[in-house]
């Protein structure tokens, strides 16, 4: 029999997650407290929401979000990580806590995730941690824009360079 707090739980994550542009679940099976206080600081400075929650919870919240093909990632440990604004913030995060741990420390370990709508596992999870966030794409956009125009001035400024170049040496040959 569900309580009024467990409904409550579910109502509020269901919602967080269809807000979410992206969630990614995880393993943090081993992860002391004070490495977990650390990559929790590190979320928040992100912009990225980590909670550990039941994952029967879990289950009923992306049921409830229509969210399907998450049940067999739900098992054990689960944590979640979602961003409402950057898609790839909460992978970047965690691939960064990661490097920072030493090798033999325990790893939060990426059981899958859900990008865009869509449903992805470990692997294909991983492959997004690679794209670049939105403003880096911005910024790209903004260098292949740029680049007709500014090689049109270059070329217009280069035939002016070279007229002046000629008059000059025109002027010197005379004198």
Do not use: W
């Not at 409904?7 to 269809?18: H, L, N, R």
């Not at 407290?33 to 929650?53: D, I, M």
């Not at 909460?90 to 741990?101: A, Q, S």
């Amino acid at each position: 029999m569900p309580t009024q707090k467990k409904i409550e739980i579910v109502e509020e994550f269901s919602e967080k997650f269809k807000a979410s542009k992206s969630i990614f679940l995880a393993d943090f099976a081993g992860i002391n407290v004070a490495e977990t206080t650390k990559l929790r600081r590190s979320f928040r400075a992100a912009n990225v929401h980590y909670f550990v929650l039941k994952n029967t919870l879990a289950k009923r919240s992306l049921d409830k979000a229509g969210i399907d093909g998450m049940n067999e990632m739900l098992k054990g440990m689960t944590a979640f990580a979602f961003s409402e604004e950057d898609a790839v913030a909460p992978i970047k995060v965690i691939n960064e806590y990661n490097k920072l741990v030493k090798k033999d420390a325990p790893q939060l370990i990426i059981k899958g995730c859900v990008f865009e709508g869509k449903v992805f596992d470990a692997e294909k999870a991983d492959a997004l941690s690679r794209l670049p966030n939105r403003e880096q794409l911005l910024a790209q956009l903004m260098g292949v824009l740029q680049a007709p125009m500014t090689n049109l001035v270059n070329v217009l400024s280069g035939t002016g360079r070279k007229l002046a170049g000629t008059l000059q040496a025109v002027k010197q040959n005379k004198s």
